[in-house]
T-cell receptor
Framework: SQTIHQWPATLVQPVGSPLSLECTVE??????LYWYRQAAGRGLQLLFY??????ISSEVPQNLSASRPQDRQFILSSKKLLLSDSGFYLC???????????FGAGSRLTVL | DQQVKQNSPSLSVQEGRISILNCDYT??????FLWYKKYPAEGPTFLIS?????DKNEDGRFTVFLNKSAKHLSLHIVPSQPGDSAVYFC??????????????FGQGTTLQVKP
C-alpha cells in the first residue's frame, strides 16, 4: 500500500531564516505531487504541483520554491522566511490521471 | 477570486440528526467534485466524490448531491455522530486537469455534532 511521509511536523523559525520541508511517498511510482498551505481561517491553497522529476508548476507568486530531486520526493523551500509564511503545509500525492489526492499529516510552521 | 465557496464557517448538529454542508462554485469547467474531512493537526482525508455526469452519490451515511445548473453541491451525513465533528472541505477539479490532479478547495466548514 502507498504511504506518504512529511516532516518536520512542527517548526518554529525566525524571520529571514531558511526553510526546508520534505515529503516522500512510498509504494507507488511516478506520482503527481503537491504542496498545499492552510492559512488561519482560510481553505487549502495549492502552492506547487509536479507531474515528474524536475517538473514544477507554481500556482501563486510567493516567497517559496519547490523541487523534486527524485521520483517520490518533494521539497518545499525558502531562502528567507516572512511572517506571512506561517501556516499549515500539506504535501499530497495522486496517481497519474486521478483526481483523488492523499495528504500527508502536515507541517505546522510558525515564523516569529 | 474564490472559485469554490463554503459560505458557512461552522455548523452545529445534534447526534442522530442530519448534517447538511453546502458548497458553491463559479467555474463551469469543473467536472469532478470531492469532499474531504480534516481533524486538527492532521492532513485531510478523502470522504466522497461525484462526477458532473451524476447528480447523486451515496456511500453509507454520506451522500453528495450535485446541482449543476445552480453550481451547487451538498454533503448529507445521516445520522450524524460525534466522531463526525471535524472540518469539511469541498474541492473541485476542471476538465483537462485530470493528468495533474489539481484540486481547488473551499474555505471549509467546521461541523460539531453534539451528543
Amino acid at each position: 500500500s502507498q504511504t506518504i511521509h512529511q516532516w518536520p511536523a512542527t517548526l518554529v523559525q525566525p524571520v529571514g531564516s531558511p526553510l526546508s520541508l520534505e515529503c516522500t511517498v512510498e509504494g507507488t511510482s511516478n506520482p503527481n505531487l503537491y504542496w498545499y498551505r492552510q492559512a488561519a481561517g482560510r481553505g487549502l491553497q495549492l502552492l506547487f504541483y509536479s507531474v515528474g522529476i524536475g517538473q514544477i508548476s507554481s500556482e501563486v507568486p510567493q516567497n517559496l520554491s519547490a523541487s523534486r530531486p527524485q521520483d517520490r520526493q518533494f521539497i518545499l523551500s525558502s531562502k528567507k522566511l516572512l511572517l506571512s509564511d506561517s501556516g499549515f503545509y500539506l504535501c499530497a500525492w495522486s496517481p497519474l490521471g486521478a483526481n483523488v489526492l492523499t495528504f500527508g499529516a502536515g507541517s505546522r510552521l510558525t515564523v516569529l | 477570486d474564490q472559485q469554490v465557496k463554503q459560505n458557512s464557517p461552522s455548523l452545529s448538529v445534534q447526534e442522530g440528526r442530519i448534517s447538511i454542508l453546502n458548497c458553491d462554485y463559479t467555474n463551469s469547467m469543473f467536472d469532478y467534485f470531492l469532499w474531504y474531512k480534516k481533524y486538527p493537526a492532521e492532513g485531510p482525508t478523502f470522504l466522497i466524490s461525484i462526477s458532473s455526469i451524476k447528480d447523486k452519490n451515496e456511500d453509507g451515511r454520506f451522500t453528495v448531491f450535485l446541482n449543476k445548473s445552480a453550481k451547487h453541491l451538498s454533503l448529507h451525513i445521516v445520522p450524524s455522530q460525534p466522531g463526525d465533528s471535524a472540518v469539511y472541505f469541498c474541492a473541485a477539479s476542471a476538465l483537462g486537469s485530470s493528468n495533474t490532479g489539481k484540486l481547488i478547495f473551499g474555505q471549509g466548514t467546521t461541523l460539531q455534532v453534539k451528543p
